[in-house]
């Protein structure tokens, strides 16, 4: 009861007090002088311009601090093709198509290396955080592997005239883009040292088998355009999986002692 | 400046880690004390911008960290519990690569690396590879690198673990002569590490922010607590089961008992001065039998 008089005493209280709307003019001088203080919307280009700067920069840093043993191994594929080029008998085609995913399996150890070292805790408090230097790392391993594949085909190209160029970036770029999904994927889950070593082996494997299998061999090697494409645009998702998975890596350490 | 927490609590399952914390920091060093699992790494955690509050909002300068991002972590210089290193890097060369993901200018990185070697004393091994370090000289790269951009916020975990007590000391001073004009957050066990620089402590139970005050004061308020008493060795084990009991110092005439206690533990009990370590066992008897 006392409670109920209390709250109408309140309300015959306020009823006195009036509150002045400002006029339009009012409030258009308020916006106009608090306008220059609201944060300009960057154009997306921008914002997609500096980032792709960030990245190729990050990336290129990355590939500096990456270890001489990538490198060796780079340069022996490189050597290997190349050999192949002087051995006429070597099939340019099955050279490409064996080549094509093995940088990027040797470089998955450089990728998540700071996982398998220790080193997310920190590197997630850095101003380039896990994510970045993950992303950068992928990018730095996946145009290193372009680059090598795509300068080892052009030697064929050039050596080879009468040779089929859609049907050598086909040889490549299936295996490369296909393969080097799935190697994403497996070693975002195992310790990177393992997942290049069982990974390269799996691969070697692979290819001994198809060498030996003639009828597999022909029917890898005359493959349509439109099984070529349905294989690359699994490969495609197999990234976009692998790349979404990658923030996890990071979101998964919440899990951390109290 | 000044980073501010509000209502901060971390969830893992079923199990609160981090509390509803809410306190406000300033310039100065702020020494964490808790036993193990009262939070306070989840709690630093969350500070260097690792961990997500579950709620709850952390904000520097009124600014929520969250939306800050790579803003953020430019000030910030965290030396984790646990760092990792690369094996194969040498001292210089892993400081460099830290500068650069710091985004920091070469030259400037150069110069800020031979100063702060120097500062750690370990300019004379800059060229060893970090797998050859041992864990001190492992943990003074770490504090370095926590410094490269000479940040405002710096939050170090266990900083002083496995250093010998030269560097301690040489790292203690380090901590109070920058933390003029910067919030410095330590958390660790050697409540000797923060006894004499930190400008206010923060004790964590539970989850939970549950004092925070300078040393004097949370000492003065327990003052009456402390006891002196002297004890034969037969008379020990009655002591330890019935009151918490800290130092034993075996003398020439008798055993002396440290004892936190409410009440008079013994006719011949005295009180004493207090010290850190005193404030310690008082709120973390869970301590005293370990």
Request: include cysteine; hydrophobic fraction near 45%; glycine fraction near 6%.
């Amino acid at each position: 009861m006392k409670n109920e008089q209390f709250d109408e005493e309140i309300q015959d209280y306020l009823s006195l007090y009036k509150v002045d709307l400002p006029d339009e003019d009012e409030m258009e001088r308020s916006i106009a002088a608090i306008m220059s203080s609201v944060p300009k919307k960057k154009s997306s280009l921008l914002v997609w311009q500096n980032g792709a700067r960030s990245l190729l920069q990050n990336s290129i840093r990355e590939l500096m601090h990456f270890g001489a043993l990538f490198w060796v191994i780079n340069v022996l594929f490189l050597i290997l093709g190349a050999i192949t080029l002087i051995d006429r008998s070597a099939d340019p085609y099955l050279t490409a198509f064996i080549l094509a995913p093995l940088p990027f399996i040797t470089g998955t150890y450089e990728i998540f290396k700071s996982r398998d070292e220790g080193l997310v805790e920190l590197e997630m408090s850095l101003k380039y955080n896990t994510h970045q230097v993950f992303l950068s790392r992928l990018v730095a391993v996946g145009v290193m592997n372009f680059v090598l594949n795509a300068a080892l085909c052009t030697l064929f190209a050039s050596f080879y005239p009468q040779m089929l160029v859609v049907k050598l970036l086909l040889c490549w770029t299936i295996p490369y883009v296909f393969v080097t999904g799935i190697a994403f994927l497996f070693a975002m889950n195992v310790r990177s040292s393992i997942a290049s070593g069982t990974l390269a082996a799996v691969w070697f494997a692979f290819c001994f088998g198809f060498l030996q299998g003639e009828e597999f061999q022909r029917m890898v090697m005359q493959m349509d355009i439109v099984t070529a494409i349905a294989i690359l645009l699994i490969g495609v998702m197999l990234w976009a999986i692998g790349v979404q998975r990658m923030k996890k890596i990071t979101i998964g350490r919440e899990n951390y002692e109290a | 400046m000044k980073l501010k927490l509000e209502n901060v609590s971390k969830v893992f399952g079923d199990k609160k880690a981090v509390d509803n914390v809410t306190t406000e920091l300033t310039s100065g060093v702020y020494g964490f004390l808790g036993a193990n699992g009262s939070g306070k790494t989840t709690l630093m955690r969350m500070l260097a911008a690792v961990s997500m509050p579950t709620s709850g909002v952390i904000s520097l300068n009124g600014e929520d960290i969250s939306d800050m991002g790579a803003r953020y972590r430019d000030v910030l210089g965290y030396l984790p519990q646990h760092i990792g290193f690369y094996k194969s890097f040498s001292v210089e060369k892993f400081l460099q690569y830290i500068a650069s993901l710091k985004g920091l200018e070469k030259r400037e990185a150069k110069e800020r690396i031979a100063e702060l070697l120097e500062m750690v004393n370990l300019s004379e091994s800059k060229k060893v590879k970090m797998g050859k370090l041992s864990g001190g000289m492992k943990q003074r790269v770490g504090i370095a690198q926590a410094l490269l951009n000479d940040p405002k916020v710096l939050i170090v975990d266990e900083p002083t673990a496995g250093l010998d007590p030269k560097e301690r000391i040489r790292f203690r001073n380090l901590l109070a002569e920058i933390a003029s004009d910067r919030i410095v957050l330590l958390s660790t066990h050697i409540v000797s590490d923060i006894e004499y620089i930190a400008k206010e402590i923060l004790i964590m139970k539970d989850g939970r922010l549950i004092q925070k005050d300078t040393p004097q004061n949370l000492m003065k308020h327990i003052a009456s607590n402390v006891w002196s008493v002297d004890a034969s060795d037969a008379e020990i084990p009655s002591y330890q089961a019935s009151y918490k009991v800290g130092n034993i110092t075996r003398r020439a005439e008798g055993i002396d008992l440290r004892i936190i206690s409410e009440k008079k533990p013994a006719p011949q009990a005295v009180n004493v001065p207090v010290n850190l370590e005193d404030l310690y066992l008082y709120y973390f008897d869970e301590e005293v039998g370990a």
